[in-house]
């Protein structure tokens, strides 16, 4: 079992950063794969961004050259610093972890900007 606990969320303005933290615990030496997912409201979850354990990454288009991630293995934690927001960006961000026999997703944050 792995458990994935999100922080950083919160309202921003257009144009502002804002910074997501996922820590996993519990069987993490099984975790390939992390990633943040995220869901507006009438809207369908999708992937924004995701990274390997090796540190290859993988981005949605609407969110390249705006937003990074980054993982750290030795902390168990994976990050999404989001720069230049928009509020299309507004929604639930969702950590995501993939073992071999499991998908896990985090409780969500919500990250919220203004206008």
């Known amino acids: 079992q792995v458990q994935l606990v999100e922080s950083g969320g919160g309202l921003v303005r257009a144009g502002g950063s804002l910074r997501l933290s996922c820590a996993a615990s519990?069987?993490?030496?099984?975790?390939?794969?992390m990633g943040w997912y995220r869901q507006a409201p009438g809207k369908q979850r999708e992937l924004v961004a995701d990274?390997?354990?090796?540190?290859?990454?993988n981005y949605a288009n609407s969110v390249k050259d705006r937003f990074t991630i980054s993982r750290d293995n030795a902390q168990n934690t994976v990050y999404l610093q989001m720069n230049s927001l928009k509020p299309e960006d507004t929604a639930v961000y969702y950590c995501?972890?993939?073992?071999?026999?499991?998908?896990?997703w985090g409780q969500g944050t919500q990250v919220t900007v203004s206008s």
């Open positions: 995501s972890a993939l073992t071999i026999i499991m998908f896990y």
């Open positions: 519990g069987s993490v030496s099984s975790i390939g794969r």
């Open positions: 990274i390997t354990r090796g540190g290859s990454t």
